[in-house]
């Protein structure tokens, strides 16, 4: 019995200890991984929501001024930390690093877009936007949700 406690220690089957919150913090490139994916994943959902009800009821009961504020929250925090982060995401091919930086002129040339909502208390600029807008969108944005959700980051800058 002893010699088996004695074996299942010097095994080292012990569980490792979490990893400090600090950490992870880094590995998610600072949280700009989830608000990303977050601002994509709800841009799939109100240009599929616009394809589905019609722009006129999407703003009426979906994309409201104060939801468009709170979209861009997230958006602008992603925005920036793409050009923070840009160094230490872990990039396998060239293809790689130039995806990463078309997704980061997309967030900031949509920061505006949406910020703008702010200032006029209006979301109707979407209807600027070709209907067939959403169709061209929603691929690229499946795709760019992906793309971001597998993200990976450098512990050290």
Same mark, same amino acid.
């Given at each position: 019995?002893?010699?088996?406690?004695? =074996?299942?220690? $010097?095994?080292?089957?012990?569980? =490792?200890?979490?990893?400090?919150?600090?950490?992870? +913090?880094?590995?998610?490139? #600072?949280?700009?991984?989830?608000?990303?994916?977050?601002?994509?994943?709800?841009?799939?959902?109100?240009?599929?929501?616009?394809?589905?009800?019609?722009?006129?009821?999407?703003?009426? #009961?979906?994309?409201?001024?104060?939801?468009? %504020?709170?979209?861009a929250?997230? %958006?602008?925090? &992603?925005?920036?930390?793409?050009?923070?982060?840009?160094?230490? +995401?872990?990039?396998?091919?060239?293809?790689? =690093?130039? $995806?990463?930086?078309?997704?980061? +002129?997309?967030?900031?040339?949509?920061?505006? +877009?949406?910020?703008q909502? #702010?200032?006029?208390?209006r979301a109707?600029?979407?209807?600027?936007?070709?209907?067939?807008?959403?169709?061209?969108?929603?691929?690229?944005?499946? &795709?760019?949700?992906?793309?971001?959700? =597998?993200?990976?980051? /450098?512990? /050290? &800058?």
């Open positions: 019995m002893a010699s088996q406690i004695h =074996r299942s220690t $010097t095994q080292g089957n012990f569980e =490792r200890p979490p990893a400090p919150w600090l950490v992870v +913090v880094r590995q998610s490139g #600072y949280g700009m991984r989830h608000a990303a994916s977050f601002t994509l994943l709800i841009g799939l959902y109100l240009h599929l929501t616009s394809l589905l009800i019609g722009r006129e009821l999407l703003l009426e #009961y979906v994309l409201t001024p104060r939801f468009d %504020m709170a979209l929250v997230p %958006m602008t925090y &992603a925005g920036i930390m793409g050009w923070l982060m840009g160094r230490r +995401v872990i990039h396998p091919n060239r293809w790689h =690093r130039v $995806t990463y930086w078309l997704i980061v +002129v997309y967030f900031t040339i949509s920061i505006p +877009v949406h910020v909502t #702010y200032l006029t208390q109707d600029y979407i209807l600027r936007f070709p209907a067939w807008y959403s169709y061209f969108l929603l691929p690229i944005l499946a &795709a760019m949700l992906i793309f971001a959700w =597998r993200l990976e980051f /450098k512990n /050290k &800058a």
